[in-house]
């Protein structure tokens, strides 16, 4: 129920962070499907969110413009693809091993420290380290569902699969969202 009110929210426009309210829809979806298992409820879900997205669109369009800017990062480098153009280009200036913790510039860029992880990563230490980095989380998410394999409480399996699908989601979303594979939220 709380997954679901704050999807709504996020939905409604009554959050300004779009992110967190994917993060909540996606953690809703795997637990429903856990629950019921049925690909029929799950495509009523994402309809139903789908034309909550649209409708939200028709009452605050900058959120359109934000999305317009998508894989365009670089056509819009002095507006809306401003974050996305610096966190590549730090994340480039870093090479394989990084100039150094602390030896960045990416951190004078606005939610550098909060929206730009990774780039800030692939910067200070590297293509490497922050390879590393993200594997290590994706290993971390396959121990937590051979883990869930192993549960005998089902309400213990769904908590411990939400949770792993929240941290890999916004994994995700901040790697990809820097390097402009998704809409930077």
């Known amino acids: 129920f709380i997954v679901l009110t704050g999807v709504c929210i996020g939905l409604l426009g009554l959050m300004s962070d779009f992110g967190t309210a994917a993060i909540f829809f996606v953690t ?3 637990i429903a499907y856990l629950r019921s298992g049925d690909f029929a409820t799950l495509s009523l879900i994402c309809g139903g969110a789908l034309f909550a997205g649209l409708l939200v669109l028709n009452f605050k369009p900058y959120i359109f413009r934000r999305f317009a800017s998508w894989g365009h990062a670089w056509e819009f ?6 974050q996305q153009t610096r966190a590549m280009s730090a994340a480039a200036s870093g090479g394989l ?3 150094g913790p602390g030896e960045g510039w990416l951190h ?23 390879l590393l980095a993200v594997l290590s ?3 971390l998410a396959v121990f937590a ?5 192993a549960g005998r409480s089902s309400f213990y399996v769904i908590a411990a699969c939400a949770a ?3 941290m890999v989601f916004q994994t995700c979303l ?3 969202g820097a390097v402009d594979i998704l809409p930077l939220t």
């Open 145 to 149: 569902v051979r883990a869930c394999r």
């Open 137 to 139: 989380i994706l290993t």
């Open 174 to 176: 901040n790697v990809f």
């Open 164 to 166: 792993t699908s929240m």
């Open 108 to 130: 004078t860029v606005g939610a550098g420290d909060t929206d730009l992880v990774f780039g800030m990563l692939c910067e200070e230490w590297g293509l490497i380290i922050a």
């Open 28 to 30: 809703f979806l795997v």
């Open 97 to 99: 091993v990084g100039v």
């Open 77 to 82: 480098a002095s507006t809306t693809g401003y």
